[in-house]
C-alpha cells in the first residue's frame, strides 16, 4: 500500500518568513496529493491539492509543488502570519488501493 | 449546504463494551471514509463505503466495522473496547467514485475515550 512520510515534524518560523513543508510518497499509482491544515480542536480542512498532471499549483500565499518522478510533494506558504499555526497534513491518494493515505503531520508555529 | 456532521460529539465507554458512531456526509456525496486520529500515530484510514459497499479497508483489526445506508449515511462500530481505542474518530466525505482520488470534507468528529 502507499506509504506517506512527511518532514518535519515541527517547524518554527518568524511570521512574515517563508515556510515550507515536504512529503514523499511511495506508491507511483497515486494521483492526487491534498494538504489539510487542522487548528487545535477542530476538524481538517483543505488549503489546497494537486493532480498528477500539474507540477505546481498557487493560491495566494500558498503553493504546492509535485515532481512525479522523485515521488516528492511540497507545501510553501509566504508572508506567515499569527493565523497559520496549525498542524498540516499531506496526504497521497487516487492509486485505487488504500484511499487517501496521511503523512503524520507538522506543527507549524509562527513566532511574533 | 450542510457539512459534514458526526455523533455523537463525545463518548465515554469502559473497556469491553461496544460503540456505534454515526456519520451524515455532505448532500450529494455517495463516498464516506472513516479514520481514526491519535497523537502519535496522526490520520490513520479505517475504510472507506461508497454507494452502500466497503471500497476499501485499512490495517485495524475486525473489532472495527462499518456499514453505510442508501441515504449515503455511515456508522462505525467497534466492539470490546480496548483503551488503545480512545482517540478522535473523524469522517469525510466525498463525490468521487475513485477511491482516495477526490476532495474530502472532514467532519468534527467523535472523540471517544475508553475507561
Given at each position: 500500500g502507499e506509504n506517506v512520510e512527511q518532514h518535519p515534524s515541527t517547524l518554527s518560523v518568524q511570521e512574515g518568513d517563508s515556510a515550507v513543508i515536504k512529503c514523499t510518497y511511495s506508491d507511483s499509482a497515486s494521483n492526487y496529493f491534498p494538504w489539510y491544515k487542522q487548528e487545535l480542536g477542530k476538524r481538517p480542512q483543505l488549503i489546497i491539492d494537486i493532480r498528477s498532471n500539474v507540477g505546481e499549483k498557487k493560491d495566494q500565499r500558498i503553493a504546492v509543488t509535485l515532481n512525479k518522478t522523485a515521488k516528492h510533494f511540497s507545501l510553501h506558504i509566504t508572508e506567515t502570519q499569527p493565523e497559520d499555526s496549525a498542524v498540516y497534513f499531506c496526504a497521497a491518494g487516487g492509486g485505487g488501493a488504500d484511499g487517501l493515505t496521511f503523512g503524520k503531520g507538522t506543527h507549524l508555529i509562527i513566532q511574533p | 449546504k450542510a457539512g459534514v456532521t458526526q455523533t455523537p460529539r463525545y463518548l465515554i465507554k469502559t473497556r469491553g463494551q461496544q460503540v456505534t458512531l454515526s456519520c451524515s456526509p455532505i448532500s450529494g456525496h455517495r463516498s464516506v471514509s472513516w479514520y481514526q486520529q491519535t497523537p502519535g500515530q496522526g490520520l490513520q484510514f479505517l475504510f472507506e463505503y461508497f454507494s452502500e459497499?466497503?471500497?476499501?479497508?485499512?490495517?485495524?483489526?475486525?473489532?472495527?466495522?462499518?456499514?453505510?445506508?442508501?441515504?449515503?449515511?455511515?456508522?462505525?462500530n467497534v466492539s470490546t473496547l480496548e483503551l488503545g481505542d480512545s482517540a478522535l474518530y473523524l469522517?469525510?466525505?466525498?463525490?468521487?467514485?475513485?477511491?482516495?482520488?477526490?476532495?474530502?470534507?472532514?467532519?468534527?468528529g467523535t472523540r471517544l475515550t475508553v475507561l
Open positions: - | 459497499t466497503q471500497r476499501n479497508k485499512g490495517n485495524f483489526p475486525g473489532r472495527f466495522s462499518g456499514r453505510q445506508f442508501s441515504n449515503s449515511r455511515s456508522e462505525m469522517c469525510a466525505s466525498s463525490l468521487s467514485s475513485a477511491p482516495g482520488g477526490d476532495t474530502q470534507y472532514f467532519g468534527p
